[in-house]
């Protein structure tokens, strides 16, 4: 079993900048992968980037630019810096991390909010 816990979730104007963090700790072993989704009201869950451990990343063609992901192996802990931030970017944001992101363990969820 894999813990996340994320933070740095928060109430933004558009424009603005916020950093995510979520820390892994128990079987962190098996974990490769780590990165961040999203779902906003009515919507689907949607992959905003992710990062492996050998730091390759990807990211949504929403966020390209805009958005940085990163990761202290060491603390086993990623970080999504995202700036110029706009309306579109609101909703709870998910850490997951695992062999695969598409096969990892979700952190709780964090709410981002930015106001136009």
């Known amino acids: 079993q894999v813990q996340l816990v994320e933070s740095g979730g928060g109430l933004v104007q558009a424009g603005g900048s916020l950093r995510l963090s979520c820390a892994a700790s128990?079987?962190?072993?098996?974990?490769?992968?780590m990165g961040w989704y999203r779902q906003a009201p009515g919507k689907q869950r949607e992959l905003v980037a992710g990062i492996t451990s050998g730091g390759t990343s990807t990211y949504a063609d929403s966020v390209k630019g805009r958005f940085t992901i990163s990761r202290d192996n060491a603390k086993n802990t990623v970080y999504l810096q995202m700036n110029s931030l706009k309306p579109e970017d609101t909703a709870v944001y998910y850490c997951?991390?695992?062999?695969?992101?598409?096969?990892?363990?979700w952190g709780q969820g964090t709410q981002v909010t930015v106001s136009s």
């Open positions: 997951r991390a695992g062999r695969f992101l598409a096969t990892g363990y």
């Open positions: 128990g079987s962190i072993f098996v974990i490769n992968a």
